[in-house]
T-cell receptor, first 113, second 112 residues
């Protein structure tokens, strides 16, 4: 059974640029959630996708957007990058929404200069 | 919105000692997840608790959810250097979805 994978591992971007982060769900999981973790803090929920539809969104501006594909892999896109977007971005997959275990990927470290 | 507070924020223990980390919610918990994180890495799933009074164990780690479902504790018995890391509790925001709100984490160091 393949776990949750994310790419790239690290990324450096300049303020104002756009970035796309990718996540492959664990086999058999149809729900993907994205989280942002600033240094020294707990992860913050960005949004969740269930069967290719957005299923919930946290307190993040519209320049954070996402996609989920038919194979349940997912992308997180961030436009007009700001310095405060520098963080570890984590995706998590689960068999469905609701009372299921969530498994996290290793994360993508984004640095905005 | 739901808030989770973890205590202590950091902890240094001698190898072999027991320790407890607490997670307190401002609202009723629909589900409580415990994760461990090595610095800068992904979260490793430890346990999920749903029912009031529920207790689960894995190796030397035991987690409990109190009867009122507003507090959880994580207990490590006979700590080892491999237990070092950041422990995070995450709560489901409602009874329908599984979007999680996380506490700020407890940083554990185990001295050999």
């Amino acid at each position: 059974e393949t776990g949750v994978t994310q790419s790239p591992t690290h990324l450096i971007k300049t303020r104002g640029q756009q970035v796309t982060l990718r996540c492959s769900s664990q086999s058999g999981h149809n729900t993907v959630s994205w989280y942002q973790q600033a240094l020294g803090q707990g992860p913050q929920f960005i949004f969740q996708y269930y069967r290719e539809e957005e299923n919930g969104r946290g307190n993040f501006p519209p320049r954070f957007s996402g996609l989920q594909f038919p194979n349940y892999s997912s992308e997180l896109n961030v436009n007009a990058l700001e310095l405060d977007d520098s963080a570890l971005y984590l995706c998590a997959s689960s068999p469905s929404g609701g009372a299921y275990e969530q498994y996290f990927g290793p994360g993508t470290r984004l640095t905005v200069t | 919105s739901q808030e989770l507070e973890q205590s202590p924020q950091s902890l240094i223990v001698q190898e072999g000692k027991n320790l407890t980390i607490n997670c307190t919610s401002s609202k009723t918990l629909y589900g409580l997840y415990w994760y461990k994180q090595k610095y800068g890495e992904g979260l490793i799933f430890l346990m999920m608790l749903q029912k009031g009074g529920e207790e689960k164990s894995h190796e030397k780690i035991t987690a409990k959810l109190d009867e009122k479902k507003q507090q959880s504790s994580l207990h490590i018995t006979a700590s080892q250097p491999s237990h070092a890391g950041i422990y995070l509790c995450g709560a489901r925001n409602n009874n329908a979805g599984n979007m999680l709100t996380f506490g700020g984490g407890t940083r554990l160091m185990v001295k050999p």
